[in-house]
């Protein structure tokens, strides 16, 4: 008898570990090797072509034509725009393949308050026509497209775009189009944006689209917590995206992945994929630490985060979605997450509608599958999660394990529809609906545990464990 407890204890114990085990992760970075400090041949000062300093001089032209000057080095191993120290106003300008902007620590480019120097392009073809309004959209501070080699960079310098005009124009419903981003690069690839502060932007900071092979890293992003629709970093329908080392405060998502809405981005088709997101802190008034959509139309996946901190945010992990968007979110994997002072925890919902015209179609439904959330903790948290799929398109293998939130203020805890998934080790208790553990090696996003009931006995709960691993050889 002693001996048969003895064995049933060893292979609890043989279980326990493996269970650990598939729970376990390696980090992951999609970006191959690029340096924010490459040496580029030739190099000028933006004084040089008639720049002044005095955040009153418009300097616009000045940029344009050191840009266009530089554009003759680009296919002798590049060149280097530096900003010195001074305040640089300007309106949006065009980079260059095989560029470096680089700044003076003390170096302030800032973002001119007349509209009318922020031209108005094209939208996007993934959204058919402006995100905020039809038609065209306010170009970026900082622009460029179908680029290659392009560093952004300083050693801490500032780009400011004066947002808070922008703003009040939006409360007050008196934009003429959709308002700007700080940096967006399309079609773009091999970009490194790198070591800056970015501060009061009109839309979403950086916005990398249809761009692969990006690194962002070591960047401050500010806006006030009140600021609308001030999401600090935006990949949207790109590949291979680097982001890591950033301390974000602003008005919306910290860090929000994009692919595109309902028809135009179901019919463009361009996913984000392959995206390595790690060591943020950051806090958001109105949005989310880390967030998928709404906009994920062209599909979003293959996205590894971790080493997060959040604070004094309304949510901390969202993906937002729902009928009429279609494309799907799957395989995304975050782990190693701290939250305090946060209302709603976790928050992976289809209702959140928003739509760019009345030609979508409703009966495009997302798939929402293979989420894995593990080694999270929070304090003072309000909900811990509210997991609501579509009726008739059930969110599929949520995966939760690890998951620590204490004493939420809200009464239940979790709000779970059409919803089906797994957990372990998670408090509160989840619903229902989440309360097991996976019975197969497929069920959860590279983190599967095997099944486990507990009210087997010992014998046969070991037995069950071994006829599993038996058939995984």
């Not at 309106?91 to 560029?99: D, E, K, T, Y």
């Not at 939006?170 to 967006?184: I, S």
């Not at 950086?206 to 917590?225: D, E, F, K, M």
């Not at 408090?427 to 090696?441: F, G």
Request: with cysteine; net charge negative.
């Amino acid at each position: 008898m002693k001996t048969s407890a003895t064995f049933c204890q060893a292979l609890l114990f043989s279980a326990t570990i493996f269970l650990n085990s598939m729970w376990a992760y390696a980090s992951v970075s999609y970006c191959k090797p690029m340096d924010p400090t490459k040496y580029r041949p030739h190099s000028v000062t933006i004084t040089e072509f008639g720049a002044v300093g005095d955040g009153v001089t418009l300097n616009t032209k000045a940029f344009e034509n050191a840009i266009f000057y530089l554009n003759s080095f680009a296919d002798k191993g590049g060149a280097e725009l530096f900003v010195p120290a001074g305040k640089w106003l300007t309106g949006s300008f065009n980079l260059i393949n095989h560029l470096t902007l680089s700044l003076d620590k003390d170096a302030v480019i800032i973002g001119s308050m007349d509209s009318n120097r922020w031209p108005v392009i094209d939208p996007l073809p993934s959204y058919g026509r402006g995100r905020e309004l039809p038609g065209g959209r306010h170009k970026a501070l900082i622009f460029g497209s179908n680029l290659t080699d392009v560093i952004i960079t300083g050693a801490n310098g500032t780009i400011d775009g004066q947002g808070a005009v922008w703003w009040e124009r939006f409360k007050n419903h008196t934009l003429d189009y959709t308002r700007p981003h700080l940096v967006e690069l399309m079609y773009s690839t091999e970009i490194v944006i790198s070591n800056l502060t970015f501060v009061n932007s009109p839309f979403w900071a950086i916005h990398p689209v249809y761009s692969s092979q990006v690194l962002v890293q070591n960047l401050t992003i500010l806006a006030p917590l009140d600021s609308p629709n001030t999401d600090a970093i935006d990949p949207d329908s790109s590949t291979n995206v680097c982001i890591e080392d950033c301390y974000i405060s602003t008005g919306d998502d910290v860090i929000v992945i994009k692919s595109g809405w309902d028809e135009y981005g179901i019919s463009f088709a361009r996913p984000s994929s392959n995206i390595s997101i790690r060591h943020i802190t950051g806090q958001s008034g109105s949005g989310a630490g880390i967030a998928i959509g709404s906009e994920m139309s062209g599909g979003v996946s293959e996205v590894h985060a971790e080493n997060l901190h959040f604070t004094n945010s309304l949510h901390g992990i969202r993906v937002k979605t729902s009928a009429g968007r279609g494309g799907y979110v799957r395989n995304l994997h975050i782990s190693d997450v701290t939250m305090s002072n946060v209302s709603i925890a976790i928050r992976i919902a289809g209702q959140y509608g928003e739509h760019p015209d009345d030609k979508y179609d409703q009966n495009a439904l997302p798939v929402i599958s293979k989420i894995t959330i593990k080694d999270v903790v929070g304090y003072n948290i309000g909900t811990a999660g509210m997991l609501e799929g579509i009726q008739g398109d059930n969110f599929s293998n949520i995966c939760l394990s690890n998951v620590s939130f204490g004493s939420v203020r809200s009464n239940p805890p979790w709000k779970c529809s059409n919803i089906e998934g797994y957990s372990n080790m998670v408090t509160p208790e989840l619903c229902n609906a989440l309360n097991q553990v996976p019975s197969q090696a497929t069920d959860c996003y590279d983190d599967d545990i095997l099944e486990q009931q507990p009210h087997r006995s010992c014998a046969s709960r070991s037995r069950s464990h071994f006829l599993k691993l038996s058939s995984m050889q």
